[in-house]
């Protein structure tokens, strides 16, 4: 299995049109209190979950498979997400065994650029119990862009208080 793999024009125009005329309409959820605290210094980013079995989440079951040869056994979750800068990359894994072993996350709107994309880390060193990462691979933003990868593999977004802006994404968390 490759670490990720990109595939751009996920979506037909139609459908990509449609879908992102729906992400930009939606009045988004920004994080619970009890994520609040975990994500301080983190991307700050609203979300709203879409229902697995719908329109959308056919189609991206689709879509994977064809783009990815990739058969999803069973889908954790859809989220529509809107993702903004932060004080700092916050390079993180969303592996939950059995749960959510992979990911597909979906560029959907937002400012074409290298500093609105994702980044991928790799473990450089632990001191004092905290572990610095090396950043290995970057994926910049552009609209309609699919990542596929495992969820075991590190990633952040890239934007930071610096560079890049506000950006519609939908990531899918499946096994």
């Known amino acids: 299995m490759y670490d990720f793999a990109i595939k751009k024009d996920f979506f037909k125009n139609p459908d990509f049109l449609k879908i992102k005329k729906q992400l930009l309409s939606l009045e988004y959820n920004p994080p619970s209190p009890e994520d609040t605290g975990r994500l301080s210094k983190q991307a700050y ?3 709203r979950t879409v229902e697995t079995k ?7 079951l689709s879509n994977i498979k064809n783009h990815f040869n990739f058969k999803i056994k069973k889908f954790h ?22 749960k959510i072993e992979y990911q597909c996350l979906i560029y959907i709107s937002g400012p074409i650029s290298l500093e609105n994309g994702t980044g991928f880390f790799t ?11 090396f950043h290995t691979d970057h994926i910049g933003f552009e609209e309609n862009k699919a990542i596929f990868f495992n969820s075991s593999k ?3 977004p890239l934007q930071t ?5 506000w950006r519609y994404s939908i990531v899918c968390f499946f096994c």
């Open 45 to 47: 980013w609203h979300s």
């Open 54 to 60: 719908s329109e959308i989440g056919d189609l991206i």
């Open 77 to 98: 979750n859809i989220l529509f997400t809107m993702v903004g800068n932060k004080p700092q990359l916050n390079p993180h894994i969303d592996l939950v065994k059995n």
């Open 123 to 133: 473990p450089k060193e632990v001191k004092n119990n905290k572990v610095s990462y």
């Open 154 to 156: 590190v990633h952040s």
């Open 161 to 165: 208080l610096e560079k890049g802006g």
